[in-house]
């Protein structure tokens, strides 16, 4: 059983900027994954980006790269997704995902089953 708490997200205007963070515990390994996944109205949930605590290695969507980046940060199972440049079209509810595992992220997101509560982001044009 992993707990995974969210943090941050709001209301700005397009073109700003918004920080959100995710705690995940307890890890009963070193090698996880953490990611963000955000669900529009009336769209499924996708995955927005992701971190592999074995090597490093990300993923994100192609409608986000160069305006988000993913980070994990100290203590080593918290992320942080930094979103630059928001656009209208990002807005949704941000959910965390947590897995444990060791995985070189190619091409997508590894969901685990294990999601925090979500927080609302509101970008308005």
């Known amino acids: 059983q992993l707990y995974v708490v969210e943090s941050g997200g709001g209301s700005v205007q397009a073109g700003g900027s918004l920080t959100l963070s995710c705690t995940a515990s307890?890890?009963?390994?070193?090698?996880?994954?953490i990611g963000w996944f955000r669900q529009a109205p009336g769209k499924p949930r996708e995955g927005v980006s992701c971190i592999s605590s074995t090597d490093g290695s990300t993923y994100y969507a192609d409608s986000v790269k160069g305006r988000f980046t993913i980070s994990r940060d100290n203590p080593e199972n918290t992320a942080s997704l930094q979103m630059n440049n928001l656009k209208p079209e990002d807005t949704g509810v941000y959910y965390c995902?947590?897995?444990?595992?060791?995985?070189?992220?190619?091409?997508?997101?590894?969901?685990?089953?294990?999601w925090g509560q979500g927080t609302q982001v509101n970008v308005s044009s």
């Open positions: 307890p890890f009963s390994t070193n090698y996880y994954v």
């Open positions: 995902s947590a897995v444990e595992g060791s995985y070189h992220l190619v091409g997508g997101c590894i969901n685990g089953g294990y």
